[in-house]
């Protein structure tokens, strides 16, 4: 049964929307994904992975005051009429630290940075490049879901790295609505919103000039993804970027640059296992209390922060799944 066929949920649906409302409240309300947690210091350098493109890999670690949440793969491309910064950062000082790094390779003015979806290791480092004046891309979505979570996220951010170093919230000032182009002169970036996957605000480009798919979160290698929008959408937009006809891509976390096809064959097989293996705990009456300690537990040894993230990713798929 889907949602929107029945007039109202009876006693024992109340008391699963109880105990699913108690769980999302242990977290936050909000996914936690990339906020403070355990300190880990890692070295930060950037690698040139195509011909004017620059990244830096993130650790797959949880913000610390060691690594001032540079813990997502960020970086920028140089065109001839100018840069377009890939993520922003996940922090003010994060963001301070890639507009040095793009100051040591080229005086070109920053036009645009591309802020891939609401979390805020991939938004925070805006506010450091709010000088030069750019043009702020995200996802149409992003403006309304900073609205809701920015000073949420901006808080835990100061708490631990100091209200200095975490940075302001920095609305998109270009929302993509479905697909967008971006002109650097002598290359172009293809921007696609997509529907609720990863997050409702998620937005992927695809770099003529080396051919390279920019995934945002919609990709994560090696460490588990963080679901917080929709299974079943992401699922579909797996496919989808599967037809962009990219060979390679940069993801969100991982790697600075991967064989596409494999990186997705294996996001695709967790997701379809929280997705199987949650539809039959609701099938069996599984309560969502026992389902997060189950659902998915083969995947435990191929993704870091397992245990971090699998109780939450369950979560949120009993929550879409239960309904159908």
């Not at 024992?12 to 769980?23: G, K, P, V």
């Not at 070109?108 to 702020?136: L, N, Q, W, Y």
Request: negative net charge; aromatic residues 6%.
């Amino acid at each position: 049964m889907r949602a929107g066929d029945a007039a109202a949920p009876g006693l024992e649906a109340r008391a699963a929307l109880s105990r699913r409302r108690a769980l999302l409240t242990a977290f936050g309300g909000f996914c936690l994904c990339c906020l403070p947690g355990r300190p880990r210091a890692e070295a930060l350098a950037l690698e040139e992975v195509g011909p004017g493109v620059f990244v830096r890999r993130g650790p797959n670690a949880e913000a610390s005051p060691d690594n001032a949440d540079a813990i997502a793969n960020t970086g920028f491309i140089v065109g001839r009429d100018g840069v377009l910064v890939t993520e922003s950062g996940g922090s003010l000082a994060d963001g301070q630290w890639l507009r040095s790094e793009i100051r040591k390779r080229t005086d070109k003015p920053i036009r645009h940075v591309v802020m891939s979806h609401v979390h805020p290791d991939h938004c925070f480092g805006a506010a450091a490049f709010a000088e030069d004046g750019p043009t702020f891309i995200g996802h149409h979505a992003l403006g309304a879901a900073l609205e809701a979570r920015g000073e949420y996220y901006r808080k835990r951010l100061a708490d631990v790295l100091g209200a200095d170093k975490a940075g302001s919230v920095v609305y998109p000032t270009l929302g993509v609505t479905e697909g967008a182009v971006i002109d650097l002169g002598d290359r172009t970036l293809r921007f696609t919103a997509h529907p609720s996957a990863h997050t409702p605000t998620d937005l992927s480009m695809i770099d003529s000039g080396s051919g390279l798919l920019f995934t945002g979160d919609l990709l994560s290698v090696g460490r588990i993804p963080s679901l917080d929008g929709s299974l079943n959408g992401w699922l579909k937009e797996i496919d989808r970027l599967k037809g962009f006809g990219a060979a390679r891509a940069v993801p969100g976390h991982g790697p600075v640059s991967v064989d596409l096809a494999p990186a997705l064959a294996d996001l695709a097989r967790y997701l379809g296992t929280l997705r199987d293996e949650t539809r039959r705990a609701i099938a069996a009456d599984v309560p969502i209390e026992k389902a997060v300690g189950t659902v998915a537990q083969s995947e435990r040894a191929k993704w870091d922060l397992f245990d971090d993230y699998n109780a939450r990713n369950v979560t949120v798929a009993y929550k879409e799944l239960e309904w159908e």
